[in-house]
């Protein structure tokens, strides 16, 4: 089975108000992208992908007039993809869902949400993810009330062949001072960024830990939007969101081996156009528990720089370059 997780930036243009897809040559969103190229290089990926079940970050939009699940399973349908049908969680107010579209022929996923109902007033145990989470993070005393601004999808599913596991799609918070208008404000809110992102990665490791403890297969997909060595003020926390979550018992070969700060070699997910430069850095993953390390798994980044297959399709090459500013993450294994 091929499970892939797949931030696909600025998904919502893409659509109308009836979830329809807008084939036209107005602007997708992303720089000098029609939505028509974009359409097209996403049906190009989405189709080489042939994955069973990828974890969309960033999906279109559920809100007034829009809902994911519809525009998702149109999308599916424009390109006769095995992934063809959606589920979502809670929706949020960034535009920016988290959905799965899979193949219902190799497995079935409902949203089945784990944890106290809190609201506003919070719960220091771990609660349900559309909740608050109350959390000391410097250990002075005082609490800190955290809550996601895209809930993490979690999932039940069950495979064709009766494999039962938790999947969590997740979404973590941006730590890119966004509006800061000098070193000063720039450097407080980072800080800030981190502490939140680095609560959300406490609180997704809690549920973790409550799923490892009923003995349930867990798997954790998504943008973490975080690696080790990603910006200067990591060492004030000491670890990174990656670290949290990793523990002792998760696995990813890519986190792992970015843990080891060889940074010339070290693999990369994303890859973001700054001036007339770009960054690249390793901001997604799919981390498996320890029992599913036995069922063969073989991850793999769908980077065109980086991967030699990618590289050698022309047609795939260039629209994983004009698709998305992050590129497919998959993992192979045998459930």
């Not at 424009?78 to 022929?105: C, K, S, W």
């Not at 793999?300 to 990618?310: K, L, M, Q, T, V």
Request: with cysteine.
């Amino acid at each position: 089975m091929r499970l892939a997780t797949y931030n696909v930036e600025w998904f919502a243009n893409l659509f109308d108000d009836n979830d329809r897809l807008i084939v036209d040559d107005g602007w997708s969103g992303r720089q000098d992208v029609t939505r028509a190229q974009q359409i097209e290089a996403l049906g190009i990926v989405f189709t080489a992908l042939n994955a069973d079940a990828i974890m969309v970050i960033e999906a279109p939009n559920t809100g007034r007039k829009q809902r994911t699940e519809p525009a998702l399973e149109g999308f599916a349908a424009a390109f006769d993809l095995r992934a063809r049908r959606a589920v979502m969680g809670f929706a949020n107010e960034t535009h920016q869902e988290i959905a799965l579209l899979y193949d219902p022929d190799a497995l079935s996923a409902r949203h089945d949400p784990h944890g106290e109902e809190t609201g506003r007033k919070g719960s220091s145990q771990a609660p349900r993810f559309d909740g608050t989470f109350r959390v000391d993070l410097d250990i002075d005393g005082t609490e800190d009330l955290v809550r996601f601004s895209k809930p993490p999808l979690e999932l039940a599913v069950r495979t064709a062949s009766g494999f039962d596991l938790r999947l969590i799609g997740a979404h973590l918070k941006s730590k890119a001072p966004h509006g800061a208008r000098n070193s000063d404000a720039l450097m407080r809110q980072s800080i800030a960024n981190r502490r939140k992102q680095l609560a959300q990665a406490i609180w997704l490791r809690a549920r973790i830990d409550a799923h490892r403890r009923d003995g349930l297969p867990v798997m954790l997909m998504g943008d973490l939007n975080d690696g080790p060595g990603l910006d200067e003020y990591e060492d004030l926390f000491n670890r990174s969101s990656v670290e949290i979550l990793l523990g002792q018992d998760m696995n990813d070969p890519h986190a792992r081996h970015a843990l080891q700060r060889r940074i010339c070699d070290a693999p990369t997910t994303a890859r973001f156009r700054l001036g007339d430069r770009y960054l690249q850095a390793l901001l997604d993953y799919i981390m498996i528990s320890q029992d599913l390390m036995a069922r063969r798994p073989a991850w793999r980044i769908w980077h065109p720089f980086e991967d030699a297959a990618c590289w050698q399709v022309a047609d795939l090459r260039e629209a994983l370059l004009m698709a998305s500013d992050h590129f497919p993450v998959t993992l192979d294994i045998d459930i």
